[in-house]
């Protein structure tokens, strides 16, 4: 019988808005495209065409579902859109950033089954299709300024723009990026949302089920109670059902005969002897509702409707007064039988008699002191056993209702999109009605936000695009910035911050680069860009709560790239940059912060490279400006080149304030990118063979390969150098400043030769013990101070058990050794070839390991720790 909880309907499945959130947000997690589960886009890179023609490159937020009330085959959806446009010539202008949200209304649209290839499969799958009419955006658009600032289009325009955006993405919902169809089992084609506010848990959607099997039957129009009472799903069970399974037990009972004897002693007054019989006429059963008080448990009452009789009667002495026929002493008699039906805590249903029978016994006829009480007491017992005997099979009727196999339909189909999604029941309410089953989700767990930045294709600033939070939105782009220099020597620039909320990309104008690479007419230079330094991003917004459903605040771990030059050199030359902070410069002087490798792995990253080695020093502006002159003179314009001058290790901290001021000016003026540093080491004048023995600068070429091809022992002309880079420079890409990464990842596992004489390698792999450290070190400033720290730590969270220091003699070995008592042990990287093969890139850097060997972290003093893409 319809009632208000389940409809027309046996029972009902309702499953929350926020559980559908939780399941969007695993779509929008899985990324996209994926080989095998259903995704939604996090990303995108397209071609428009149309009125508007161009690229586009768009962030997509995870989708937030509203359910329409009383809806059978369509929601609505919104998600945040944040997109760059790039016009081609001739297009007319759209927008260059547009930022705002999409908002459109899928319904489920059947598949002909004559299409090809879905004969026979159409009606098992469900597919979503927008309404072309229902998209809408509602947002911002900027056009970028020749400084790149955003310019905000008038209120009129805005509106106009909102029509042209809103009629592309419809165009692509509808096309590119339209829900491919889904399988699902056929229980789940039909529903009905049920909406009773715009709160997280005021909707959901229901679906019609049969707990008997077969096709539920009834009207979706019936359903129109939401009693999720805050839990991610609930299943409701019409109290008919309940009853009829009780009911169809006690069936059997009907025309159930029992006898007795009643016998009656008078001693020497007479006895009573009767033979008497009752039979079960009827049986009803009825549902109660919830136990009074608070408790939790539903109560159920069966009824007994029976008659009794007497075969014979044998009576004597006081008894035998009065005329008296067996049809005198006829009875009727009612049973009432109460049952608590209760959820245990293990997911099941339990049914057990409450109390003992209540016998009604109607009874009007003679010797009624000995009749009713007999008959009450062995109608009782009669009946006690009649309700046990049935107990059992009707409480496996029940308690079939919270079975978890009642959920492997749901469970099955929506693993299909989150292979990670479990259901259980927790808990029954008990209403008048029926029952209702209470259950939790579980989704999986979010990943962390995935920050990723790359310089521009145009090369004048930094784009975020691929940067995103599973399972959620970006709301702001945090960008700071700072540059690394050498110990005298200012940077380009000063450090900085930016936020930027409608746009994925940190840029600064630029007007164009010379033949060499060298960036001209720069305004507000970045570190990546135009030196050397560190540019970090750090990404804030909203995702769904994997438990709760609620979209919750998230903020990401800075990711930071450090930016410097690569050179082709052979492996065992190694060159080194040392890297200074001006941020923390001490009366002009700015410390020294670590050490890094430049070598390119690849030729391809390397360009061409013109050295004036100064040595202690020696500094020629004569030579330096025929030098200037000759690269102005050089006609080639395929081959980028990079001038390297060159002080002798330690001489920048003591040159004159004068032999600076040349060397600035120099790079001030060259065609070509400068970089200024000393030679750590002293391996670049071994590479070029150069020493401190000259007057003045000494000059070297070196092509992309590193091979020295150039080395003139005397002085030159501008047009002998034009000449010479005209002959000799190899087409290479220009001067750029590259992410200088460890080669190491974290959540690899760590396999240096850690071999101590007499002993095997040290075990990296610890079960069992806590995390260990491995210190990769060389013998500057920066390596000494982080040495010294480790030193001093008396109770640290992981254990040193290694530092390899590289260029250190045997007394630098032990005096380090000594500061650790001899309980962690140094080793030697005489060419820097141990830290290489680990993929250290700077000195000092402490790699973190966990009991399993595997890398946790890399920390330097110039760069942030790393950690890996995991689940929160």
């Given at each position: 019988?319809?009632?208000r909880?389940?409809?027309?309907?046996?029972?009902?499945?309702?499953v929350?808005?926020a559980?559908?959130?939780?399941?969007a947000?695993?779509?929008h997690?899985?990324?996209?495209?994926?080989?095998?589960?259903?995704?939604?886009?996090?990303?995108?890179?397209l071609?428009?065409?149309?009125d508007?023609?161009?690229?586009?490159?768009?962030?997509v937020g995870?989708?937030?579902?509203?359910?329409?009330d009383?809806?059978?085959?369509?929601?609505?959806?919104?998600f945040g859109?944040?997109?760059?446009?790039?016009?081609d010539?001739g297009s007319p202008?759209l927008?260059?950033?547009?930022h705002?949200?999409?908002?459109?209304?899928?319904?489920?649209?059947?598949?002909?089954?004559?299409?090809?290839?879905?004969?026979?499969i159409?009606?098992?799958?469900?597919?979503l299709r927008?309404?072309?009419?229902?998209?809408?955006?509602?947002?911002?658009?900027?056009n970028?300024?020749?400084?790149?600032?955003?310019?905000?289009?008038?209120d009129?325009?805005q509106?106009?723009?909102?029509?042209?955006?809103t009629?592309h993405?419809?165009a692509?919902?509808v096309?590119?990026?339209?829900?491919?169809?889904?399988?699902?089992p056929?229980?789940f084609?039909?529903?009905?949302?049920?909406?009773?506010?715009?709160w997280?848990?005021?909707s959901?959607?229901?679906f019609?089920?049969?707990?008997?099997g077969?096709e539920p039957t009834?009207?979706?129009?019936?359903?129109?109670?939401?009693?999720?009472?805050?839990h991610?799903f609930?299943?409701?069970?019409?109290?008919?059902?309940?009853v009829?399974?009780i009911?169809?037990?006690l069936?059997?009972?009907?025309?159930?005969?029992?006898?007795?004897h009643?016998?009656g002693d008078?001693?020497?007054?007479?006895?009573?002897e009767i033979?008497y019989?009752?039979?079960?006429?009827?049986?009803?059963?009825?549902?109660?509702?919830?136990a009074?008080?608070?408790?939790?448990?539903?109560i159920?009452?069966?009824t007994?409707?029976?008659?009794g009789?007497?075969?014979?009667?044998?009576r004597?002495?006081?008894?035998?007064?009065?005329?008296?026929?067996l049809?005198?002493i006829?009875?009727?008699?009612?049973?009432?039988?109460?049952?608590a039906l209760q959820?245990?805590?293990?997911g099941?249903?339990?049914l057990?008699?409450v109390?003992?029978?209540?016998?009604n016994?109607?009874?009007?006829g003679?010797?009624?002191?000995h009749?009713?009480?007999?008959?009450?007491?062995?109608i009782?017992?009669?009946?006690?056993?009649?309700?046990n005997?049935?107990l059992?099979?009707?409480?496996?009727?029940v308690a079939?209702?919270?079975?978890?196999g009642?959920?492997?339909?749901?469970?099955?189909?929506?693993r299909?999109?989150?292979?990670?999604?479990?259901?259980?029941?927790d808990?029954a309410?008990?209403?008048p009605e029926?029952?209702?089953?209470h259950?939790?989700?579980?989704?999986a767990?979010?990943?962390s936000?995935?920050?990723?930045?790359?310089k521009?294709?145009?090369?004048?600033?930094?784009?975020?695009v691929?940067s995103?939070?599973?399972g959620?939105r970006?709301?702001?782009?945090?960008?700071?910035?700072?540059?690394?220099?050498?110990?005298?020597v200012?940077?380009?620039?000063?450090?900085?911050?930016?936020?930027?909320?409608?746009?994925?990309?940190?840029?600064?104008?630029?007007?164009?680069?010379?033949?060499?690479g060298?960036?001209v007419?720069?305004?507000?230079?970045?570190?990546?860009?135009d030196?050397?330094?560190?540019?970090?991003l750090?990404?804030?917004?909203a995702?769904?709560?994997?438990?709760?459903?609620r979209?919750?605040?998230?903020?990401s771990?800075a990711?930071?790239?450090?930016?410097g030059y690569q050179f082709?050199?052979p492996?065992?030359?190694?060159p080194?940059?040392?890297v200074?902070?001006?941020?923390?410069?001490?009366e002009?002087?700015?410390?020294e912060?670590?050490?890094?490798?430049?070598s390119?792995?690849?030729?391809?990253?390397a360009?061409?490279?013109?050295?004036a080695?100064v040595?202690?020093?020696?500094?020629?502006p004569e030579a330096?400006?025929t030098?200037?002159?000759?690269?102005?003179?050089?006609q080639?314009?395929?081959?980028?080149?990079?001038v390297?001058?060159l002080f002798?290790e330690?001489?920048?901290?003591?040159?004159?304030?004068?032999?600076?001021?040349?060397?600035?000016r120099?790079?001030e003026?060259?065609s070509?990118?400068?970089?200024?540093?000393?030679?750590v080491?002293?391996?670049w004048?071994?590479?070029?063979g150069?020493?401190?023995?000259?007057?003045?600068?000494?000059?070297?070429l070196?092509?992309?390969?590193?091979?020295?091809?150039?080395?003139?022992?005397?002085?030159?002309?501008?047009d002998?150098l034009?000449?010479?880079?005209?002959?000799?420079l190899?087409?290479?890409a220009v001067?750029?400043?590259?992410?200088?990464?460890?080669?190491?990842?974290?959540?690899?596992?760590?396999?240096?030769d850690?071999?101590?004489?007499?002993?095997?390698?040290i075990p990296?792999?610890?079960?069992?013990?806590?995390?260990?450290?491995?210190?990769?070190?060389?013998t500057?400033?920066?390596?000494?101070?982080?040495?010294?720290?480790?030193?001093?730590?008396?109770?640290?969270?992981?254990?040193?058990?290694a530092?390899?220091?590289r260029?250190?003699?045997?007394?630098?070995?032990s005096a380090?050794?000594?500061?650790f008592d001899?309980?962690v042990p140094?080793?030697?990287?005489?060419?820097?070839?141990?830290?290489?093969?680990?993929?250290?890139r700077w000195?000092?850097?402490i790699?973190?390991l966990?009991?399993?060997?595997h890398?946790?972290?890399i920390?330097?003093?110039?760069a942030?720790?790393?950690?890996?893409?995991?689940?929160?």
């Open positions: 019988m319809a009632n909880l389940t409809g027309d309907f046996d029972a009902i499945l309702e929350s808005d559980t559908l959130d939780r399941l947000a695993a779509m997690q899985n990324g996209f495209p994926h080989p095998t589960l259903p995704s939604l886009p996090h990303v995108i890179h071609r428009l065409v149309g508007e023609h161009g690229s586009v490159a768009a962030q995870c989708p937030h579902i509203t359910l329409i009383g809806a059978t085959d369509r929601i609505k959806v919104e859109f944040r997109a760059r446009f790039r016009a010539p202008p927008a260059d950033i547009i705002g949200t999409v908002r459109a209304t899928y319904r489920i649209q059947k598949i002909d089954p004559t299409c090809v290839g879905w004969r026979g159409a009606d098992d799958y469900v597919w927008v309404m072309h009419g229902s998209v809408s955006f509602e947002g911002t658009a900027y970028e300024t020749r400084s790149f600032q955003l310019d905000r289009l008038a009129q325009d509106a106009s723009l909102n029509t042209r955006i009629k993405l419809a692509l919902l096309h590119a990026f339209a829900p491919r169809p889904h399988r699902i056929r229980q084609r039909r529903f009905r949302s049920v909406a009773t506010g715009p997280p848990g005021g959901g959607v229901a019609p089920v049969s707990i008997g077969g009834g009207a979706l129009a019936s359903i129109d109670e939401l009693f999720l009472d805050g991610d609930a299943v409701a069970i019409n109290s008919d059902l309940i009829g399974a009911a169809s037990e069936e059997a009972v009907a025309g159930d005969q029992r006898d007795f009643i016998h008078a001693g020497y007054g007479g006895g009573l033979d019989h009752v039979r079960v006429d009827s049986t009803a059963v009825q549902w109660i509702g919830a009074p008080f608070g408790m939790q448990m539903g159920i009452r069966i007994l409707n029976g008659h009789w007497a075969s014979r009667l044998y004597s002495g006081v008894f035998n007064i009065g005329s008296v026929s049809d005198d006829a009875m009727t008699a009612s049973v009432e039988q109460y049952l959820f245990d805590a293990p099941q249903f339990s057990r008699a109390g003992g029978p209540i016998t016994v109607h009874y009007t003679p010797f009624a002191s009749v009713v009480p007999e008959a009450q007491k062995r009782s017992a009669q009946v006690q056993v009649i309700v005997s049935k059992g099979t009707a409480q496996s009727a079939s209702y919270a079975d978890a009642k959920l492997a339909d749901l469970v099955g189909a929506l299909t999109v989150d292979p990670s999604f479990g259901a259980r029941f808990r309410s008990y209403r029926g029952i209702v089953l259950g939790t989700v579980t989704t767990s979010r990943w936000p995935h920050v990723e930045f790359a521009t294709e145009t090369g004048d600033g930094f784009d975020a691929e995103w939070i599973p959620g970006v709301d702001s782009f945090e960008w700071s910035w700072r540059w690394y220099s050498n110990p005298v200012a940077p380009p620039g000063a450090p900085g911050t930016a936020t930027n909320k409608d746009t994925f990309q940190l840029r600064r104008p630029h007007d164009s680069r010379s033949k060499f060298q960036m007419g720069v305004e507000s230079p970045l570190p990546g860009l030196g050397l330094g560190r540019v970090c750090t990404i804030r917004g995702r769904v709560d994997h438990v709760t459903g979209w919750t605040a998230v903020e771990l990711e930071c790239a450090s930016f082709r050199l492996i065992e030359t190694a080194y940059l040392r200074c902070d001006p941020l923390r410069a001490v002009g002087v700015a410390p912060v670590g050490v890094m490798r430049l390119a792995a690849e030729a391809d990253r360009s061409n490279t013109l050295i080695y040595g202690e020093h020696h500094w020629d330096a400006a030098v200037l002159a000759g690269l102005e003179h050089c080639r314009r395929d081959a980028g080149l990079l390297l001058v002798g330690r001489a920048l901290e003591t040159s004159s304030a004068e032999t600076i001021a040349h060397v600035q120099f790079a003026s060259s070509a990118p400068v970089l200024i540093t000393d030679d080491g002293g391996r004048a071994q590479h070029a150069v020493g401190n023995s000259a007057a003045g600068p000494q000059w070297r070196l092509d992309a390969g590193g091979v020295v091809r150039w080395a003139p022992e005397n002085r030159f002309s501008a002998e034009a000449r010479v880079l005209d002959r000799a190899l087409p290479s001067p750029d400043l590259v992410d200088i990464r460890p080669g190491l990842a974290v959540g690899s596992r760590f396999v240096p850690l071999s101590i004489e007499r002993c095997p390698p990296l792999n610890r079960s069992g013990f806590r995390p260990t450290r491995v210190l990769f070190a060389d500057g400033v920066a390596s000494k101070r982080a040495i010294d720290g480790l030193a001093r730590q008396t109770t640290p969270d992981q254990e040193l058990i530092i390899l220091v260029d250190a003699s045997d007394d630098d070995l380090i050794a000594a500061m001899g309980n140094v080793f030697p990287d005489p060419d820097g070839t141990a830290t290489f093969r680990a993929g250290i000195a000092p850097s790699v973190g966990n009991s399993g060997g890398v946790t972290e920390v330097t003093d110039a942030p720790t790393r950690r890996p893409d995991s689940t929160d």
